[in-house]
Each structure stands twice: as structure tokens, then as C-alpha cells.
């Protein structure tokens, strides 16, 4: 009579068997949880070859409340896998932590096997409980820094700080939370070993976790490089490394900054966002590379802390050879200035002799206007641009070669304008005492650069929206600039 049902039942349990089996070697097949399911058929089959002895000893009912109770766990365990555990593992949600799963289990087991024994087996476990208060208490003194641990557990899991896959500190240790067990939560280094912290510890003290709020992380470090390096010049070169590195995220976007003068070197810190704790110092480390060859590629030293001892006639000699550079190197840039490229050649030497070099930040103002001042300015690098006053509209940009203040130092008259540098620019400074005995020379030179200076106060006042001052007209310059540097 039963042949057919015990055939299929058979051939069930033989394919979950077979499946199992398969299932542990090959890693792309889920491991489903059929150990219920497997021993609930196992029950059925034995039932018949068994159903003469249970009879006789009247244990008929027990057999068929054990296994209702395999079945519904079966169930139960099949539900939460495909619910729950199936999803994590196929990164749908986070990966739950083994003790919060353990305890959905048990209390889902454990209420489904009192139900059974109410209703099958008539017993009420309810009676059985309030009596074992007596075990409970030994048990509980017995068990008692594993009872702390689960319940900090489970503490720790209600509140979940933490989870799967966040990075946290706790006191000295440090790494990635890998597992939360009844008795410990477990770190993964980034040396690559475990540490296993009891979940009291880790409920009793204050941790840090990097993770949180969000994934991305700042990391910030610091280098020092030499005094004569531009910040802005030395920032472009950082950030395009930094930029670079695949691991540094784009948004939001790396910063430098100038931190400190410090003894030997300038000190800059770069900050950076990234999504990989476990490997940050080997990120850094990758940055200090590369910023190595690019600091060195475009002359940026990284100074260390060295005493240098030189010989005073050596360091004289140096500073002159220095110096002389520079003139020859300010006086070819003046020679390509259609204005100073009319002086002689004696006039043109004298005057590279006796200027400065200024160097100027993006975005910093060089003159103001209203204020007094005694320079003339000619942009070597850079650019410059023009503004009626420092929050002003723009007037004119200026380029190398091109030359601003003229209007101050030849008539002594407040800036008229602001200037301000458009990229980082570097300036030859010319003074008044400077360009005297160059004017008394070549009258010439008063003229056009009065003619400049006209032109530039028309467009001015026309940009003001003003009449043309009929001070502003050349010939009226030329006279004071006669009187103002005392020519004839
Ligand atoms: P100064 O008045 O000494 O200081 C501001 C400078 O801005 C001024 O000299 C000129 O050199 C420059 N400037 C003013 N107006 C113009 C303009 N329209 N075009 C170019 N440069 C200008």
C-alpha cells in the first residue's frame, strides 16, 4: 500500500542528498540548509519499519510531534535563507552578524517546538519553566562571563554601531569587523590576522568607528618642502598627484594646505577622501612616491634637516654670481618690452640692476587703489588683471611683458586702479630712484610713457562712466612728471 509514497520520498531525500554533496564542492551553488527537511523525509521513511514497536509502546504520538517539529523547522531554516541569508550573500543587504542570526533561529525554533508540544503533545512547557528556576540559577552562575558576553552581544547588535565590513578602533586594536559571535566580536587587521575582543569589553568601552556616517574616509598627511618653492606653484603639483591616485575619490575633491613655516622646510598638509581603511598607509605611501618624482621633475626640493657650513668668501661669491643672473636675466626681459626697448643698451643694464623681483600668488592684489606707492611694475610670468577698486569690475589683463603703476610713480598720485594677480605671477619692481636718472637720460621715454598713461585715464574714466579729466591729456602729464622727478 505505502510502496509508492516511500518511493517518491525515497527519490526526494536521495536528490537533497545528491544536491548537498554537489553543493560542498562546487562553490557556485548555494548551500541550501536541508539538514531538517533531510531528516524529516529520513522520519518518514523509518515510520513504517518502526510503526509496530512505537504502537506496542504507545510512543505513536511523540513520533508524529517530532516530526511535525522537523518540519517546521525545516521551514523555518529554508524561510530565513531565502529571506535572509540568501540576499546577504548576494551583497543585497549587509551580512548578518552570527548572533543576532543564532538568536532569530533559536527564538523561532524554540516557539514553534513549544506550539507543537502544546497542540500534538499535549504538554505545557510554560508549568516547566517556572519550576527550573533553581537550574536556571545554577546554570546562570555557571555560564556566567559567557552569559555577559552574549547579552553584551546582543546589546551591541540592538544598538549596531558597528557591522560586518566597518573598520573600527577599540583602545590599541584596530581592523575590520569580521564576524559578531555570542562571546566576541572578531577584527580583521591590516596585517591580515584576527583579533577576537569579548563582547563585554566592547560594550563597556567607548570605540571609534571609521565607517560611519559615511563610507568615504578623510586621510590627511603632511610634507615639508623648501622655503624658495611657490605655495601655489608646490599645491598644483600635490593635487595632481593626489588627483591621480585611483583609490582617492574625486568628490569631495583633495585639498593642500600650508600648515606651517616650520625651521627647515614649509610645511603642507594634504587631505584626501578615500573608501579603503585597510589600506590607507599603503595609499599614502604611494602618494609620497609619486610626489617624489613630480616634486623633483619640476625642481621642488624636499628639504631635511641639515647644518650647512660654508666658507664666508664662498657664500659672497655665490650671492654676487647670483645676483648677476639675475640682471642679466631681468634685462632680457626688459629688452622685449616695446617700451624699454628704445633705452640704450647702457640704460636698459642700469636699470635691470636696480629693480626687484616680486612674486605674487594667484588671486593676491599687488596695488590698491587710493593708496600711495613709488613702483612701476612689469609682469616677467603671469598675469594680472585690472580692477576699478579691489571688489570692482574688471578694466583691463595684463600679460608678460605688459607694465602697470606707471601712473603713481610718475606722478605721485594715488593708485588709480587695483591690481590683482590673475595666476602666479612674478614682477619686476621698478622705484622711483630707480627710473630718475633713466628719465634724465631719455626724455624720450617720459613721453611715451605719459602717452600710456593718457590713453590708459581715458578708458578709465570712461569705465567710471566719468568725463575725461583734461588733466589726464599727455602733454599735461608730461609736465608732471618734469616737475615731479625734477627734469628740465
Ligand atoms: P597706478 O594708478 O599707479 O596703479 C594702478 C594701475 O593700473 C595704473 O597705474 C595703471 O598702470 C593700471 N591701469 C589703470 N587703468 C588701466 C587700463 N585701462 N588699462 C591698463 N592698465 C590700467
Known sequence: MFWPETLVTLAVLAALLAYDFVARRAPRWPRLPLLFLELYLLGLLVTPLIANILRAQGWEKWLKVGLTTLLAWAVIRLVF?????????KRLGRPL????????????FSASAFVILRVQGDVNLAGL???SAVLTLVIGLAAQATLGNFFAGLTVQMERPFTIGDWIRCGDLEGEVHGITWKSTCLRTREDYLIYIP???IATSSFSNFTRP??????AMRIGLAYDAPPNKVRRIILDVVREHPKVKSSPPPEVRLVEFGDFAI????RFCHEHFGIEPRIKAEINNQLWYALRREGVRIPFPIRDVQIAHIERRTAEKQREQLRRDAE???????????????ARSELARRLRIEQFGQGEVVVHAGEAGDSLYVIREGVCEVLRDAAGQAVAQLKAGD????MTLLTGDPRSATVRAVSDTVLLAVDKEALAPILQANPALSEKLADVAAQRRIQLAAQQGQPPDPETSSRRLIGRIKSFFGLK
Do not use: Q, S
Open 267 to 270: 610645511t603642507y598638509e594634504i
Open 332 to 346: 632680457a626681459v626688459l629688452a622685449g618690452v616695446p617700451l624699454f626697448a628704445a633705452l640704450p643698451e647702457g
Open 214 to 219: 559615511e563610507r568615504a574616509l578623510m586621510a
Open 199 to 201: 563582547n563585554t569589553h
Open 403 to 406: 607694465f602697470f603703476g606707471e
Open 129 to 131: 519553566l517556572t519550576t
Open 97 to 108: 552578524p552570527k548572533i543576532t542570526r543564532d538568536v532569530v533561529l533559536l527564538v523561532c
Open 81 to 89: 535563507y531565502v529571506g535572509v541569508e540568501w540576499p546577504a550573500l
